[in-house]
């Protein structure tokens, strides 16, 4: 009898860890590792290589002035020859006067500008101001504002065919107040710039066929110069840089690449390659060129920059969703109706917590855009019931 109550206690003891262990594993399962799944998406990403350079013009410094020199017209502004372009002060009215000549100025370029519809011109102001901050155009911000106080915000009581002549009498009599100010006037036409920082003689003839060392030495130490600001007379502008020879190897005189600029200037625009240059040291000079938005870059010299290479293209899957098999092969599981789908994945680039995956419209497999990865899951094996 004895021994019967034992073996029933033994018994029961089997049974009671059997359906605890049942019990916890399946709590485990459930609560634990849960069934996650991801949709797969579409991705792109941008092969850069980043780059630190420098931007050449053509330009020409503006004859020294004292130290009082104030410019009468806006940064990035397109000057003709001879035109005023600074004055120096010379007494205690000359900065209440070199205000009024650039008003003046901006007001007599307006007017000349219309048709004589001043409702047109109200409206053609508005919009201008609108598209320059769209833009982010602020060169002419001064000369905008000016616009929208003239055609909205006076009387109208003076015509322009009346206020043209009358303010060009005034001109003319600002300018002769030679007491007061001498006028600095541009030898040329161009784009004006009051940054002067020294390294306005490298031209863009110095850098053909130029070696990484000889164009180092060029921005080693600026050359001292003053002037009243200068002018960039030619629209094209060079963007120059050392990049690697492996680099370098993605890049060929007369195509386009799209270079991204950063840090001070941001700014994005597609770009002719001008040169690449001789090897030195495993490194070469790259030319790049633009012929827009010289009012932009007219002040700006030292710069970085992300040269496109190319765009690559795939699905993106979560890191947690690829395996790795004993042999290498990389793989995912798709859910395919109520079970699993081993997929083999070749992997593009790494993208953050991600992956970038070739789509399978190129390899032959199931794993599209909107397919369902299975992220994580339970003893996951290909042809699992799953759903």
Same mark, same amino acid.
């Given at each position: 009898?004895?021994?019967?109550?034992?073996? %029933?206690?033994?018994?029961?003891?089997?049974?009671?860890?059997?359906?605890?262990?049942?019990?916890?594993?399946?709590?485990?399962?459930?609560?634990?590792?849960?069934?996650?799944?991801?949709?797969?998406?579409?991705?792109? !990403?941008?092969?850069?290589?980043?780059?630190?350079?420098?931007?050449?013009?053509?330009?020409?410094?503006?004859?020294?002035?004292?130290?009082?020199?104030l410019p009468i017209?806006?940064?990035?502004?397109?000057?003709?020859?001879?035109?005023?372009?600074?004055?120096?002060?010379?007494?205690?009215?000359?900065?209440?006067?070199?205000?009024?000549?650039?008003?003046? &100025?901006?007001?007599?370029?307006?007017?000349?500008?219309?048709?004589?519809?001043?409702?047109?011109?109200?409206?053609?102001?508005?919009?201008?101001?609108?598209?320059?901050?769209?833009?982010?155009?602020?060169?002419?911000?001064?000369?905008?504002?000016?616009?929208?106080?003239?055609? %909205?915000?006076?009387?109208?009581? %003076?015509?322009?065919?009346?206020?043209?002549?009358?303010?060009?009498?005034?001109?003319?009599?600002?300018?002769?107040?030679?007491?007061?100010?001498?006028?600095?006037?541009?030898?040329?036409?161009?784009?004006?710039?009051?940054?002067?920082?020294?390294?306005?003689?490298?031209?863009?003839?110095?850098? &053909?066929?130029?070696?990484?060392?000889?164009?180092?030495?060029?921005?080693?130490?600026?050359?001292?110069?003053?002037?009243?600001?200068?002018l960039v007379t030619?629209?094209?502008?060079?963007?120059?840089? %050392?990049?690697?020879?492996?680099?370098?190897?993605?890049?060929?005189?007369?195509?386009?690449?799209?270079?991204?600029?950063?840090?001070?200037?941001?700014?994005?625009?597609?770009?002719?390659?001008?040169?690449?240059?001789?090897?030195?040291?495993?490194r070469c000079v790259?030319?790049?060129?633009?012929?827009?938005? !010289?009012?932009?870059?007219?002040?700006?010299?030292?710069?970085?920059?992300?040269?496109?290479?190319?765009?690559?293209?795939?699905?993106?899957?979560?890191?947690?969703?690829?395996?790795?098999?004993?042999?290498?092969?990389?793989?995912?599981?798709?859910?395919?109706?109520?079970?699993?789908?081993?997929?083999?994945?070749? !992997?593009?680039?790494?993208?953050?917590?991600?992956?970038?995956?070739?789509?399978?419209?190129?390899?032959?497999?199931?794993?599209?855009?909107?397919?369902?990865?299975?992220?994580?899951?339970?003893?996951?094996?290909?042809?699992?019931?799953?759903?």
């Amino acid at each position: 009898m004895k021994r019967s109550d034992l073996f %029933i206690r033994l018994t029961a003891g089997v049974l009671f860890l059997a359906v605890a262990s049942y019990v916890g594993v399946y709590i485990y399962n459930s609560l634990v590792v849960t069934f996650v799944t991801s949709e797969a998406i579409g991705y792109s !990403i941008e092969e850069t290589v980043p780059t630190q350079g420098y931007i050449v013009r053509t330009e020409t410094v503006l004859s020294d002035a004292g130290s009082s020199v104030l410019p009468i017209v806006s940064e990035g502004e397109k000057v003709a020859q001879g035109q005023a372009v600074a004055v120096e002060l010379l007494g205690r009215e000359a900065l209440e006067t070199a205000e009024e000549i650039r008003s003046v &100025n901006m007001r007599i370029a307006q007017l000349e500008s219309l048709g004589g519809d001043m409702e047109v011109a109200a409206l053609q102001s508005v919009v201008s101001l609108s598209r320059a901050v769209h833009s982010g155009d602020l060169s002419r911000l001064d000369e905008l504002s000016l616009s929208i106080h003239a055609h %909205i915000f006076t009387d109208g009581s %003076i015509a322009p065919s009346d206020e043209l002549p009358l303010l060009r009498e005034r001109l003319r009599a600002l300018e002769s107040r030679s007491e007061y100010m001498r006028a600095v006037r541009a030898p040329v036409s161009g784009t004006f710039s009051q940054t002067v920082d020294g390294y306005e003689q490298i031209s863009p003839d110095a850098l &053909n066929d130029i070696l990484p060392s000889r164009l180092e030495e060029l921005f080693a130490e600026p050359s001292y110069t003053v002037g009243a600001g200068k002018l960039v007379t030619e629209f094209r502008w060079y963007y120059v840089t %050392i990049l690697d020879v492996a680099d370098a190897a993605h890049m060929a005189a007369g195509s386009r690449m799209t270079v991204q600029f950063s840090g001070v200037f941001h700014a994005e625009f597609v770009m002719l390659v001008e040169s690449v240059g001789r090897r030195e040291d495993g490194r070469c000079v790259v030319v790049f060129s633009s012929d827009i938005n !010289i009012h932009n870059v007219a002040a700006l010299r030292s710069l970085r920059a992300d040269v496109v290479l190319g765009t690559i293209n795939g699905i993106r899957v979560p890191r947690e969703a690829i395996h790795l098999d004993d042999d290498g092969t990389t793989f995912l599981y798709l859910q395919s109706g109520v079970r699993a789908e081993r997929v083999d994945v070749e !992997i593009l680039r790494e993208a953050g917590d991600s992956y970038l995956v070739r789509d399978g419209s190129e390899t032959g497999t199931p794993l599209r855009t909107g397919a369902t990865i299975i992220v994580r899951a339970n003893d996951l094996f290909h042809g699992k019931v799953v759903g």
